[in-house]
């Protein structure tokens, strides 16, 4: 009779699970998603490490197309909550209603669409702050309070927000705490002329072929796990801490020009997503360690919401990826 496995041979199945299962993922979203991998595998980062997302894009970029594939790629619950001005807490959370049961008529609580494992938070900016508010404790607790109760969500839960980086009349500039919240802020851009035929003679000439599920949840709560047991080496971690540290303005060792360019910068939990971002790259690339390589490559998409520049800085033409971009060249990964 053989021996139960051990928790190592466990973390190992799931590691080579995860190995084996990237490129079916990534065949899988392909089928309604032509380009666009960088995007893809940055999405695919932030839920494997259980991290949330916000995707920022133009209109017609498949933004809320590809946040429901990936919930039918990984067998998720999903609801999807268009964010408009008028939306209330209650839109989302829920709501008691006084109906008529065995016990007599009392307040029944009916739960919201907040109540699902992956929350599509369509334009997540065009509704007001006490909406937000609401959403913020699910993102950071897992939870929601109703009528002083609370409501425990099913795990995996994850927030993945779009927002129109173009349209801003009538919407509302996230809070920096809700910005916090999102591990990643992936940009998604125009496709280049060839991909742009290929959606177009595929959306014109036959229905997407359906999407057929990778993983469950239950695995991707066993990587969210093993993610987190994959080494790190010292230096690296301390090369993620001095690339969060060198963004903020006025200290010991932030270079001259982000004294000159940002009012702040980036808060602990951008290290802290630098080094659980670069263990799922790691793990995804089939690495047992971390490199120097992997906190370069997450850089920007853990740092670009996280970081507020003055007015000087957009004066002279300067944005958030490039000063990221300088940032990288000029902190040196070792000392």
Known sequence: MSAPPSSYDLERQTVDLLNSAHARILKEVSKVIVGQKEVIEEMLIALLCGGHGL??????????????????????????????PDLMPSDIM?????????????????????????????????????????????MQEHQVTVAGQTFILEEPFF???????????????????????????????????????AVVT?????????????????DLMRCHEVVRRVPVADEVVRYAVRLAA?????????????????????????????????KTRAVLQGRAHVTFDDIKALARPVMRHRIQLNYRAEAEGMNNDKLIAKLVETVPAKV
Do not use: C
Not at 125 to 133: F, G, I, L, S
Not at 164 to 187: C, H, K, S, W
């Open 246 to 278: 060198a963004t903020r303005p006025h200290r010991k060792d932030a270079p001259e020009f982000v004294n000159e360019w940002v009012n702040w910068g980036a808060g602990t939990r951008a290290s802290q997503y630098l080094v659980l971002g670069g």
């Open 202 to 218: 595929q959306t014109t000439s036959r229905n997407p072929e359906p999407i057929q599920a990778a993983f469950s949840g239950a």
């Open 94 to 138: 829920g709501t008691e209603i006084l109906e008529d049961t065995p016990a007599g008529r009392r307040l029944v609580f009916h739960k919201g669409p907040i109540f699902a494992n992956m929350i599509l938070a369509d334009e997540i900016n065009r509704t007001p702050p006490k909406t937000q508010a609401a959403l913020l404790e699910a």
């Open 55 to 84: 995707i920022t894009g133009a209109p017609g970029l498949a933004k809320t197309l590809l946040i429901k594939s990936l919930a039918q790629v990984f067998s998720l619950s999903f609801q999807r909550i268009q964010f408009t």
């Open 159 to 197: 927030v993945l927000a779009t927002q129109n980086p173009i349209e801003m009349e009538g919407t509302y500039p996230l809070p920096e705490a809700q910005l916090d919240r999102f591990m990643l802020n992936v940009v998604i851009g125009y496709l280049n002329e060839d991909d742009e035929v």
